[in-house]
């Protein structure tokens, strides 16, 4: 059983900066991929950014240069660091495992963008 827990979500700003982070527990295969999608109301899930294991990082095109992906492999831990936030960034955000062929998501945090 793989369990995701997320933190960091919040109230913030226009411009403002908010770090998520999400820790991966269970049985978690060493070759992962760990990342970050996020639901805004009315639409469809999508991704913002994914770290595999051996150091790949990928980003959507809206989130480089603002967005941060980072992991600390020995914690199966992944964070996201969120900079210049728009309020068009408001959105649930849900971390996501990858490993042995399996999908694995978080129960989801709350990002809200004040303009």
């Known amino acids: 059983q793989v369990q995701l827990v997320e933190s960091g979500g919040g109230l913030v700003q226009t411009g403002g900066s908010l770090r998520l982070s999400c820790a991966a527990s269970g049985n978690i295969f060493s070759i992962n991929v760990m990342g970050w999608y996020r639901q805004a109301p009315g639409k469809q899930r999508e991704l913002v950014a994914l770290?595999?294991?051996?150091?790949?990082?990928n980003y959507a095109d809206s989130m480089k240069g603002r967005f941060t992906i980072s992991r600390d492999s020995a914690k199966n831990t992944v964070y996201l660091q969120m900079n210049s936030l728009k309020p068009e960034d408001t959105a649930v955000y849900y971390c996501?495992?990858?490993?042995?062929?399996?999908?694995?998501w978080g129960q989801g945090t709350q990002v809200t963008v004040s303009s």
């Open positions: 770290s595999g294991s051996g150091g790949s990082t």
């Open positions: 996501k495992l990858v490993t042995l062929g399996r999908n694995y």
